[in-house]
């Protein structure tokens, strides 16, 4: 049985900063990406950032880049998160998949449950 499961969320004050984890298990992930999606109520989720299988190659969307980094440690992924605004605010979930970046959310393989983080003003 695959799980992802997250940790780290929670409340921080605007500019602070948060660490969220990702753990997998259940089968391999050595072929597949990790990485990061938000959503917000009434919002689609949306692409965060992610790291390939192999962790040489990251991707981050415009408005968390250079505030952000990911890194991987085998079936561990992590993301620091510094500088938190208000609108960081959002459930954030990980996701594996073979191909994470430029792919539809619809069609990640495998979601963690999510976990809130709620950055105050």
């Known amino acids: 049985q695959v799980q992802l499961v997250e940790s780290g969320g929670g409340l921080v004050q605007a500019g602070g900063s948060l660490r969220l984890s990702c753990a997998a298990s259940?089968?391999?992930?050595?072929?597949?990406?990790m990485g990061w999606f938000r959503q917000v109520p009434g919002k689609e989720r949306e692409f965060v950032a992610a790291?390939?299988?192999?962790?040489?190659i990251t991707y981050y969307t415009a408005s968390v880049k250079g505030r952000s980094t990911i890194s991987r440690a085998k079936n561990t992924v992590h993301l620091q998160m510094n500088s938190l605004k208000p609108e960081d605010t959002a459930v954030y979930y990980c996701?594996?998949?073979?191909?994470?970046?430029?792919?539809?959310?619809?069609?990640?393989?495998?979601w963690g449950q999510g976990t809130q983080v709620t950055v105050s003003s």
């Open positions: 790291i390939s299988w192999g962790g040489g």
């Open positions: 259940g089968r391999t992930f050595s072929s597949y990406d």
């Open positions: 996701a594996a998949d073979p191909m994470i970046y430029g792919s539809s959310w619809h069609k990640m393989d495998y």
